[in-house]
């Protein structure tokens, strides 16, 4: 089961670092990745690591955004900066065991519950 946190209100141009934790499993070995979804909008990648270590972002918070391990915590975090207001929507993690990038939804077999994070002044 996994569990997304950090979401929050923030201003336009602001900062907020989400962070997906497991329970009864370990991250290490599974690609991770953060989806959002807006009233209204299909759920849309955003950004995704590998269990290597390689990452990819979609163009929409590509450098903007960082995702990373932090194998101590065994969480993923994703650091979104210069937030918009089109950055508004629940944010998801998801896990799937694989080695590399994995982009389809449909492929993930583990989701966290969501974090809702809203950029608006």
């Known amino acids: 089961q996994l569990q997304a946190s950090g979401g929050g209100l923030v201003q336009p141009g602001g900062s907020l670092r989400l962070s997906c934790a497991a329970s009864?499993?370990?991250?290490?070995?599974?690609?991770i990745g953060w989806f959002r979804q807006a009233p209204g909008k299909e759920r849309e990648g955003v950004s995704y690591?590998?269990?290597?270590?390689?990452?990819y972002y979609a163009d929409s918070v590509k450098g903007r955004s960082t995702i990373s391990r932090d194998k101590s915590k065994k969480t993923v975090s994703l650091q979104m900066n210069s937030l918009k207001p089109e950055d508004t929507a629940v944010y998801y993690c998801?896990?799937?065991?694989?080695?590399?990038?994995?982009?389809?939804?449909?492929?993930?077999?583990?989701w966290g519950q969501g974090t809702l994070v809203t950029v608006s002044s």
């Open positions: 998801a896990a799937v065991g694989a080695v590399g990038i994995v982009y389809e939804v449909g492929q993930y077999d583990y």
């Open positions: 690591i590998s269990s290597s270590g390689s990452t």
């Open positions: 009864g499993f370990s991250l290490d070995y599974y690609a």
